[in-house]
T-cell receptor, first 113, second 113 residues
Framework: AQKVTQAQTEISVVEKEDVTLDCVYE???????LFWYKQPPSGELVFLIR??????QNEISGRYSWNFQKSTSSFNFTITASQVVDSAVYFC??????????FGSGTQLTVLP | DAGVTQSPTHLIKTRGQQVTLRCSPK?????VSWYQQALGQGPQFIFQ???????QRGNFPDRFSGHQFPNYSSELNVNALLLGDSALYLC????????????FGQGTRLTVV
């Protein structure tokens, strides 16, 4: 069985601060995919990134960066110079090949002006 | 390129009634998955449809059923509604066989009174 843990329920930062959202996963499969989604108040899950288990290279996309470490089963997400528009619930998810997504419980990020 | 579309966006039903939710997948996708997201929680997998058949199912009772049409669109039916069925219902589409990309619709907010 798969499991995703997002230990941080809520995080509050002041605009322009950097913030890291933690994600720890569990699976016995060697081939899997990790995802991050953003859920604004409107409710839609916005796809941010997908990584496969064979690619541990960190990725940067603008102010967003992701750190994938198989040794610690973690896939952390950092927002640099946070903005008010980054306020949302962020979900980490795991998918074993051909099977459904298993989500964490989410982290509510609030960026204060 | 049309993304995943769901209808209706909001729905209020009475306990014991039946409801049907609809989803059109992203262009080029052939697999549809349904998720239930209770308030303050991560999405939970209900079932997945591919080639008009249910391929995977999560831990949901038989009151939850679905259908996929030849054009890949899908319906989620819930019978004998309970108050606890109140949630955001999300549809995700992907491309078989790997299903490694999952894009979500804006969801249907179901309230059972």
């Amino acid at each position: 069985a798969q499991k995703v843990t997002q230990a941080q329920t809520e995080i509050s930062v002041v605009e322009k601060e950097d913030v890291t959202l933690d994600c720890v996963y569990e699976t016995r499969d060697t081939t899997y995919y990790l995802f991050w989604y953003k859920q604004p108040p409107s409710g839609e899950l916005v796809f941010l990134i997908r990584r496969n288990s064979f690619d541990e290279q960190n990725e940067i996309s603008g102010r967003y960066s992701w750190n994938f470490q198989k040794s610690t089963s973690s896939f952390n997400f950092t927002i640099t110079a946070s903005q008010v528009v980054d306020s949302a619930v962020y979900f980490c998810a795991l998918s074993v090949l051909r099977r459904q997504l298993t989500f964490g419980s989410g982290t509510q990020l609030t960026v204060l002006p | 390129d049309a993304g995943v579309t769901q209808s209706p966006t909001h729905l209020i039903k009475t306990r014991g009634q039946q409801v049907t939710l609809r989803c059109s997948p992203k262009s080029g996708h052939d697999t549809v998955s349904w998720y239930q997201q209770a308030l303050g929680q991560g999405p939970q997998f209900i079932f997945q449809y591919y080639e008009e058949e249910e391929r995977q199912r999560g831990n949901f009772p038989d009151r939850f059923s679905g259908h996929q049409f030849p054009n890949y669109s899908s319906e989620l039916n819930v019978n004998a509604l309970l108050l606890g069925d109140s949630a955001l219902y999300l549809c995700a589409s992907s491309l078989a066989p790997l299903n490694t990309e999952a894009f979500f619709g804006q969801g249907t907010r179901l309230t059972v009174v």
